[in-house]
């Protein structure tokens, strides 16, 4: 049952929720970071054996939903899968209960959802920390991976450029909060209309360490212009499937293509935290291409995940 902290920044966390990219210090964010590298290589080995952690899942989930099952699994615990179409939670059970009772038999939970704040909830009634594992308004987790793929790429986080190209949307937040905590620049490009959430931005803007800038434009060259790391996602996110087409218009002149491509840094890195939609917001050339990095981040989801894990369940 021992797990290995050495980080105090760490320590910290034990026992507390992961809601939101923010819920980290810039050194928190920057320690979990080390420990998902050493986990990764096999420098540090974390026992969280007899655990066991609740996948409450309310939207569609490959990576998410298979890397939190390993991830527990490779440390000595088990997952559930609490999938509310199979439990009372899809029959209009409370939260306030559901969470009680879960609590009683889980040392964790895992929620993909809708609403930021039924995911609050959650945290507000259980007694074992809550894990954001995507809502409408952020996707932390996957910010954890996508830092750690920049860093391996580079060496270091501190003075690097991510510009990310598309909707403003959750993992657009995500990237915005660490990357200003880690000391990253962070330019979102997109169309009017499109932009990220105002109240996000200035928190964002809050957190920056480093000299590190967070940035909205309307133009997808300017906004990519010598950054070493280009990121997008689709342009309809679930639950927005109904806007498709008209999504579609909006961002036309929006997909990460070769021309985009050629304005970043040489050394630049491409990042998309899938499922990716080939020839909308990415070109196939691109995905498929020698700058692209997304199985290595798709990976890293699994090493990030283990280190949260071990950190939230360290007590
Ligand atoms: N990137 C990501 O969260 O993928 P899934 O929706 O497959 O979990
Ligand atoms: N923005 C996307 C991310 C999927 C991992 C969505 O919410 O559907």
Redesign the pocket.
């Known amino acids: 049952m021992a797990v290995i902290q050495t980080s105090p920044a760490l320590a910290e966390l034990a026992g507390g929720d992961f809601l939101s990219s923010a819920d980290l210090s810039g050194d928190q964010t920057l320690a979990l970071l080390e420990l998902a590298a050493d986990l990764k290589v096999g420098r540090r080995q974390i026992d969280l054996s007899g655990r066991s952690l609740g996948l409450i899942f309310r939207k569609?989930?490959?990576?998410?939903?298979v890397s939190f099952t390993v991830a527990m699994a490779r440390l000595g615990g088990q997952t559930i899968d609490l999938n509310p179409t199979v439990t009372q939670v899809g029959r209009g059970e409370p939260i306030a209960d559901t969470a009680r009772v879960l609590s009683r038999y889980c040392d964790a939970l895992a929620i993909r959802t809708f609403a930021q704040e039924e995911l609050s909830d959650y945290a507000h009634w259980a007694s074992i920390p809550v894990v954001n594992a995507?809502t409408d308004l952020e996707?932390p987790c996957?910010a954890l991976a996508d830092y750690l793929t920049l860093q391996e790429a580079f060496g270091g986080l501190e003075g690097l450029t991510l510009a990310y190209v598309g909707d403003g949307n959750n993992v657009a937040h995500s990237l915005m909060l660490s990357g200003a905590l880690l000391g990253v620049s962070v330019r979102i490009g997109c169309p009017a209309g499109f932009a990220p959430s105002e109240a996000v931005l200035q928190q964002a803007r809050q957190l920056t360490r480093g000299g590190a800038t967070v940035e909205v434009l309307h133009d997808p060259v300017a906004a990519v212009r010598g950054a070493q790391a280009l990121y997008t996602d689709v342009w309809a996110s679930m639950g927005q499937e109904q806007e498709q087409a008209e999504r579609e218009r909006a961002f036309a002149g929006w997909c990460l293509d070769e021309a985009l491509l050629a304005e970043a840094d040489a050394r630049a890195i491409v990042l998309h935290?899938?499922?990716a939609h080939r020839g909308e917001e990415i070109s196939a050339g691109v995905i498929e291409g020698s700058a692209s990095r997304v199985f290595d981040q798709a990976e890293n989801r699994l090493h990030a995940q283990q280190a949260l894990l071990a950190v939230l369940l360290g007590g």
């Open positions: 569609a989930s490959t990576r998410t939903r995507l996707h996957q935290c899938l499922p």
